[in-house]
């Protein structure tokens, strides 16, 4: 069932822990949980915090005298007023067991440093930028696709987002159904293209994204040329096993992973959350 709550205050009975050094202590705005899966939650951005989108930065909860702090992936662009991350709910992660619980009004932490290889800036320039996720991977790219940034080096935008089954898509389609409102980056919506697809329920767009890729299924869905080095950009997040299949595909299309010091035609990211 879906429901998403606004900012109140918040009473809380829990002991009080110090905050440790170069850690932001921010304050949940709202929560919105999609599955009993997966939820999306904001925070208050610091003042002096800045980031570019597709970074990612540790964060963690004031539950502990030493806090669990983990790597997630910031999905809100880098204008953005406040923070947006989506999660993963893990009954026996260190992290996302406590998570999962946030209410408006509690605290999170937040290191003060953002960093992450999923940046326009570790890729060569190029025509079309595809975005292959799975899961909650798809969040460094709800943070490029609205950045203006993004449509200044690239023509075409493709996001691919695979999970299991047609709810835990939901994010995604409304990250993209919400881009022709928005004040900033609305002109470039057209620009973009959502390609979702599920691996255990039935749905119109059916299989791991590698095989929908590789059968050419994929181009014939969406009426495009096949992947080029010559002028597409590739990003990778999600799974670990999709992320070593489309480095594999990718690779023996003649694609060269870059990053900010060399700059290439794919980059992929190895931060995860529990």
């Known amino acids: 069932m879906q429901h998403s709550t606004s900012i109140k205050a918040v009473e809380s009975d829990a002991p009080k822990f110090p905050i440790p050094a170069n850690v932001y202590a921010e304050t949940v705005v709202s929560v919105h949980h999609y ?12 003042q002096s915090f800045r980031f ?3 970074e990612f930065v540790m964060i963690g909860l004031p539950n502990a005298e030493k806090p669990v702090f983990r790597a997630y992936s910031i999905a809100s662009p880098a204008w953005d007023e406040e923070i947006e991350f989506f999660s ?5 992660g260190p992290l996302t067991q406590h998570l999962q619980r946030i209410q408006p009004g509690d605290t999170v932490l937040m290191r003060q440093k953002s960093t992450g290889t999923l940046v326009v800036d570790a890729l060569t320039p190029g025509k079309r930028l595809f975005m292959i996720s799975t899961g909650t991977g798809i969040a460094p790219f709800a943070s490029l696709v609205r950045d203006p940034d993004t449509y200044d080096k690239f023509d075409q935008l493709v996001l691919t987002h695979t999970c299991r089954d047609a709810a835990e898509l939901v994010y995604g389609q409304e990250l993209i159904s919400n881009l022709a409102e928005d004040p900033l980056i609305g002109e470039f919506a057209p620009r973009v293209t959502l390609y979702s697809t599920t691996t255990r329920q039935q749905t119109s767009h059916m299989g791991r994204i590698t095989h ?18 010559e002028t597409d950009r590739v990003m990778i997040c999600g799974s670990m096993h999709m992320i070593q299949d489309v480095k594999a595909l ?5 694609f060269e992973e870059g990053s900010l010091n ?5 980059v992929l990211e190895r931060a995860f959350v529990g």
Do not use: C, H
Not at 35 to 45: E, M, P, Q
């Open 35 to 46: 599955t009993d899966r997966l939820f999306k939650f904001r925070i208050t951005r610091p």
């Open 52 to 54: 570019r989108s597709g």
């Open 212 to 229: 929908l890729i590789e059968s050419g299924k994929f181009y014939s869905d969406l009426g495009i040329d096949a992947l080029n080095p």
């Open 250 to 254: 990718v690779e023996k299309l003649g």
């Open 262 to 266: 060399s700059p290439n035609s794919f």
């Open 88 to 92: 993963i709910k893990v009954p026996d």
